[in-house]
């Protein structure tokens, strides 16, 4: 199984971040879970993107959360 987390991330300071972050390292010790990707919400657009990061979105950008699911399917 693949699985995606849409989330704040570190370095980000922000509880959900550290938990997404908390989250992805259990997931990928689970038996059957082949990756645990990472799309990070991030205050202002970024480029170029943050290393083991499948997307970032803007958080106030509409369109990049459009993109990122168009990207996924």
Do not use: H, K, W
Request: positive net charge; proline residues 7%.
């Amino acid at each position: 199984m693949r699985t995606a987390i849409v989330s704040t991330y570190p370095p980000r300071a922000c509880g959900i971040g550290t938990f997404a972050a908390d989250l992805r390292g259990t997931l990928l010790g689970v038996p059957g879970i082949e990756a645990a990707d990472l799309v990070a919400v991030v205050n202002q657009p970024s480029s170029p993107q943050r290393r083991a990061l499948l997307a970032t979105i803007a958080q106030s950008v509409r369109g990049d959360y459009v993109r990122t699911v168009g990207g996924a399917a």
